[in-house]
């Protein structure tokens, strides 16, 4: 019999990859029996699986967000989830192995590695390189075919160091101390991370929450992520407000919720916030480029450090990466895959 061709065994469809001596599938967009799962936002974790393998982290985000732990209309809880801590390896069906290790995205994101008929392939998920409290770093795990995302995939992104946007949200705070700093943040990482920035450069002041962020800003202090003093908006005044940091989902910025607020500064916590016209766009008088993803520059380095055989570019910028690849001599192929979104990073 002859052998079979190079990585036949994990293939890409438009709904996810599909490891197929194991039959099961990296973030599925769609309800599959097994799926491996890299972190918790909504266009990589979803309700419904069989079964879910992920760090115990991105398993406790699910439970949250999705309410993968329900039972059914018989009292069971049909879904099954599968703890993989980071740096351990699990067996699964058709003699795959599969590694969890840190992607440096979020609270429990990971890369995963898979291992079978001796080559190796490096599913990344979102990923970025930059130092983050809220989170294990990004680590570089060399194999045959790394599977990277493009989001901020073109040479305009370069995202500054995150100190000197903190001291931008400060220093307009202390500009204006009868008014608040509303910061529009992505509630599960985005919103966490500004708030231990934050205390990371010394800002010890109570930091007030929109009631949506609460639940996941507690499950990041439950797993050992330190945020310092938070009250919800709900349970103070405005005058107790002035002159502090108010954090809230992006689309609160310009809600009748924020009338609550003492005259706020509105602000945005997102990568996309290097286009000033998305800035314009939301009506936002103070852009702070904090991205949880890499920039062109932590992209094209990673794939030099991985030194793959092959790269596959899963969504984002895609053509700038692969056109990249070419022009440096890096095997690389665009994968058409559906269901991800650029979000609010």
């Known amino acids: 019999m002859p052998a079979a061709a190079p990585f036949s065994w994990i293939r890409p469809e438009p709904w996810g990859i599909h490891v197929v001596p194991a039959d099961c599938w990296l973030d599925p967009s769609r309800a599959v029996d097994h799926a491996l799962v890299t972190h918790g936002h909504a266009d990589h974790a979803r309700g419904g699986h069989g079964r879910t393998v992920a760090t115990p982290e ?21 879904h099954k989830a599968v703890p993989v801590e980071y740096g351990e390896t699990i067996r699964l069906p058709g003699g795959v192995d599969a ?11 990971a890369q995963i590695l898979l291992e079978h008929a001796g080559e190796r392939v490096v599913v990344t998920g979102d990923y970025k390189r930059r130092a983050d409290p809220t989170c294990a770093p990004f680590e570089v795990a060399p194999c045959d075919i790394f599977i990277t995302e493009a989001t901020f995939g073109l040479p305009v992104f370069c995202h500054p160091p995150i100190e000197e946007e903190m001291a931008k949200l400060l220093e307009r705070l202390a500009a204006h101390p009868d008014r608040c700093v509303l910061v529009g943040a992505y509630a599960l990482g985005k919103a966490q991370r500004v ?16 009631g949506a962020m609460e639940k996941m800003c507690r499950l990041y202090e439950e797993h050992g992520i330190d945020l310092g003093e938070l009250r919800l908006v709900s349970d103070h005044t405005k005058e107790e407000m002035r002159g502090h940091v108010v954090i ?31 800035a314009r766009q939301r009506n936002v008088e103070l852009p702070l480029v904090i991205s949880d993803h890499a920039d062109w520059g932590e992209l094209t380095r990673t794939i030099e450090e991985v030194d793959a055989q092959e790269n596959w570019i899963t969504h984002g910028r895609e053509d700038a990466l692969l056109r990249w690849c070419q022009l440096h001599q890096r095997r690389a192929r665009a994968l058409a895959l559906v269901g991800y979104e650029d979000e609010d990073d």
């Open 58 to 78: 991105t398993l406790a985000i699910m439970e949250l967000r999705y309410r993968t732990g329900a039972e059914d209309d018989a009292g069971q809880i049909p």
């Open 99 to 109: 590694t969890y290790i840190p992607a440096g995205h979020v609270l429990g994101s």
């Open 195 to 210: 708030i231990a920035e934050l205390r990371a450069v010394g800002h010890r002041q109570p930091i007030y929450l929109h």
């Open 248 to 278: 809230s989902p992006p689309g609160a910025l310009n809600d009748r919720w924020s009338r609550r607020l003492p005259e706020p500064v509105t602000a945005m916590a997102s990568g996309w916030m290097r286009v000033r016209q998305r």
